[in-house]
């Protein structure tokens, strides 16, 4: 792979972890980004946010950890064939990712209720659609319907060999449904039904509740040393 001009990042609080400083590299924008080129830097660790690509590099801390699922060895636990049954009438519709005004009106009640921390909630449409879509990488909003109510949103980008999970939100009067581990489920069914091998779900970050969740889905592979390796919980 060619040599890609990166930038850093000055230290800022952490999102993640309370009392740690975080700091990232990125591409630069000036780099031609491509959705090959960056399937391949997934494989390095990436993550995309909009258009920009980047990854966490901080100075005393190495908690953010890339993970993936080989998705045809993956087994579901008994809590996640609860869900898988509970969602069992549920509809899925794949979309393009472009705006639309009841995803966008959804994605606010759910940062309001999840994320009162922050201030996503106050998200204008710019803002909604810069995070999740790209105007370079093949990615497909699909949307989660209840009883013919639009219920959640999975975000999705899609490679040759793998499939990556970018943002999930859902109505927050449907959150019985745990739409959340649904999303993830269906992702992974819908991979192997395309022949993908790998599902791509961010940071798994140990002493982050919402993070650690990811070690839920077995056996995970995790980026160590520039080698994916397997982790059972």
């Known amino acids: 792979m060619k040599t890609l001009p990166l930038f850093l990042t000055e230290e800022h609080p952490c999102s993640y972890l309370e009392g ?13 980004m491509t959705t090959l080129l960056y399937g391949r830097l ?20 190495s908690a953010c950890i890339p993970v993936r699922l080989a998705v ?21 519709q794949i979309k393009p990712a472009v705006f639309e005004q009841a995803h966008y009106e959804m994605y606010l009640r759910y940062q309001t209720i999840r994320h009162t921390d922050g201030d996503m909630a106050r998200s204008s449409p710019d803002d909604y659609l810069g995070f999740l879509s790209s105007s ?14 639009l219920a959640g949103i999975a975000v999705v980008d899609l490679f040759d060999n793998a499939w990556s999970a970018v ?15 649904y999303a993830v ?3 992974i ?15 798994w970050i140990q002493a982050c509740k919402k993070m650690a969740y990811k070690s839920n889905y077995q056996p995970l592979q995790l980026l160590l040393n520039k080698q994916w390796t397997e982790k059972y919980a």
């Not at 370079?136 to 013919?148: A, L």
């Not at 939100?169 to 581990?181: A, D, K, N, Q, W």
């Not at 819908?190 to 599902?199: D, N, P, V, Y």
């Open 20 to 32: 740690e400083l975080a700091r990232s590299v990125f591409v630069h924008p000036s780099c031609t």
């Open 42 to 61: 997934m494989e390095q660790g990436f993550r995309r946010s909009g258009d920009d690509v980047y990854k966490p590099y901080c100075q005393h801390c």
């Open 72 to 92: 045809f060895e993956f087994k579901q636990n008994r809590s996640q064939k609860r869900c898988w049954e509970k969602n069992r009438a549920t509809q899925v």
């Open 136 to 149: 370079w990488c093949n990615t497909q909003f699909v949307e989660f319907s209840i009883n013919g109510r």
């Open 167 to 181: 943002y999930t939100f859902f109505e927050p009067e449907f959150s019985g449904y745990g739409l959340g581990v």
């Open 185 to 187: 489920l269906w992702q």
């Open 189 to 203: 069914e819908q991979a192997k039904s395309e022949h993908r091998e790998f599902l791509y779900l961010g940071y």
